[in-house]
């Protein structure tokens, strides 16, 4: 069996932002999102129309999960019933209802915390990876929470750009893709976009959940496939944020190497771009469909969880 080359050999030379923002920083790229960026951004308002991309926790039909985690679980703590038990209730008659929630913290939309991957024993900036011992002392999600996301948002429909209902299991896109669906769309992203991609992959997921997991084992998921003309590209454009739908925001497994999760090393380690996972993007592709209109204004911000990896968030489009 051929060994999987090391993500750092494969990654020598890849562009860094470490440094740039000084010593301390801990948000990445989002230090490209300046109030002139946010200005930029809510010139594309235009129509009024909001459109929120959170999938549904909860989902009757099951909630896409990575391989391994278990779905949310909810439970109801209080409702009416427990009133008929005799509690006398609030004072002045008001009766109410609670419920808690028990979850992975990246097992919904999700954004990742910069410090969630790393290599070479060093995180986002080089802090320590042992920092990371019982919850992230650097490089959290906290800090990402703490400053929000706001920016020129453009999608780029990888699915329509192939003709096809979605991407399958495995499929890769390239840089060039990249730009040729963009090119297709008559939408030129610009120095530091919101990038958003939509395969549609896990609709696949709720038509059949068994195939799907073993499709998960076998090819894993489509999306962006690292080159280092890929991640130079993000480096010079100045990419805040890489948004998409799928569980990982690139192919489970490169196709060159067989490393998995290379172009978060590349672009969230090496780069601090923030990751903003499983969206979905159903309703407004449709939209920009009907007008040919793929830019908006992009807002989203994290919960603020201390020493978190991840945190669902749901971000808002609008147009």
Same mark, same amino acid.
């Given at each position: ?8 050999d494969l990654l020598r030379g890849s562009p ?21 960026? &946010? ?11 909001? !459109? ?62 910069l410090g969630h991957v790393w290599y070479d ?39 329509? +750009?192939?003709?096809a209902e979605r991407l399958g299991f495995g ?16 939408? =030129? ?6 990038? &958003?991609?939509?395969?549609? +992959?896990?609709?696949? !997921? ?5 195939? +799907? ?20 590209? !993000? ?16 192919? =489970? ?30 309703? &407004? ?8 209109? !793929?830019? +908006? ?15 669902? &968030? ?6």
């Amino acid at each position: 069996m051929t060994k999987t080359p090391y993500v750092g050999d494969l990654l020598r030379g890849s562009p860094s932002n470490w440094g740039r923002w000084g010593p301390d920083d801990e948000v990445g790229a989002l230090n490209h999102l300046t109030s002139a960026e &946010v200005l930029r951004a809510a010139a594309e308002i235009r129509t009024g129309e909001v !459109f929120t991309l959170q999938r549904l926790i909860g989902d009757e039909r099951g909630d896409p999960i990575w391989p391994g985690r278990a779905p949310a679980a909810r439970t109801q703590m209080r409702d009416e019933s427990h009133w008929d038990a005799g509690d006398p209730g609030i004072p002045g008659g008001c009766h109410a209802a609670d419920d808690r929630i028990e979850m992975h913290l990246q097992g919904t939309t999700q954004c990742d915390a910069l410090g969630h991957v790393w290599y070479d024993g060093l995180l986002y900036n080089g802090y320590d990876a042992r920092s990371t011992i019982g919850g992230l002392d650097r490089a959290s999600v906290e800090p990402l929470a703490r400053r929000g996301i706001v920016g020129r948002g453009v999608l780029l429909d990888l699915a329509r +750009f192939r003709g096809a209902e979605r991407l399958g299991f495995g499929a890769a896109v390239t840089l060039d893709e990249l730009l040729e669906c963009a090119k297709s769309q008559r939408t =030129t992203i610009e120095p530091r976009d919101v990038v &958003v991609l939509r395969t549609n +992959f896990l609709s696949l !997921f709720h038509e059949d959940q068994e195939a +799907f997991a073993r499709g998960m084992r076998e090819h894993g998921e489509p999306g962006l496939s690292y080159s280092p003309e890929l991640a130079r590209w !993000f480096a010079d454009m100045e990419i805040p944020s890489l948004v998409t739908d799928t569980m990982a925001n690139e192919v =489970t497994r490169d196709p060159g190497s067989g490393a998995v999760l290379l172009l978060h090393s590349a672009l969230m380690r090496n780069l601090g771009v923030v990751f903003t996972e499983m969206c979905d993007l159903e309703a &407004v592709a449709a939209r920009c469909a009907t007008d040919a209109r !793929f830019t +908006f204004c992009y807002v989203a911000a994290p919960l603020r969880i201390a020493r978190a990896t991840g945190s669902p &968030v749901n971000p808002v489009v609008i147009r």
